[in-house]
């Protein structure tokens, strides 16, 4: 949960990087409130709630968005290769791939290396 908060903290960061647990932990929480409030929005058939739905999916569409650019800065990719999801068929399967690729190792372009955690002199 607390990589879902973290994610909605940064919701217009499009800068820096975000590590695969954080993008995939925020896509979890995000499919999983959907589904949700997809099947009781059916299952109650009231309009209201599909008006709900649809403004659940305006609310989370800006911190989505900057997630999945950090995620393509990690990979040392441009946030511009987004729109090749735009692609039919093979856009969303490029983009799934560059998503489930390891972090870039050291610093890049964007920014260090989430995983490589900065350490602190006590001294």
């Avoid at 709630?49 to 999945?68: D, E, K, Q, R």
């Avoid at 560059?98 to 610093?107: E, R």
């Avoid at 890049?108 to 995983?115: A, C, E, L, S, T």
Wanted: charged share 15%; hydrophobic share 50%; net charge positive.
């Amino acid at each position: 949960m607390s990589w879902f908060i973290e994610a909605l903290k940064k919701y217009a960061v499009f800068s820096g990087r975000s590590r695969r647990k954080e993008y995939w932990m925020y896509a979890l929480f995000v499919g999983i409130i959907y589904v949700v409030l997809a099947i009781i929005a059916a299952a109650s058939k009231t309009p209201a709630l599909f008006v709900l739905l649809g403004i659940f999916y305006l609310g989370i569409l800006l911190p989505s968005l900057a997630v999945s650019v950090r995620r393509l800065h990690d990979t040392g990719r441009s946030g511009w290769w987004l729109l090749i999801g735009l692609v039919p068929a093979v856009g969303g399967i490029v983009l799934l791939v560059f998503t489930c690729l390891d972090s870039q190792p050291g610093p890049n372009q964007y920014g260090p290396n989430p995983k490589e955690a900065p350490v602190a002199y006590a001294g």
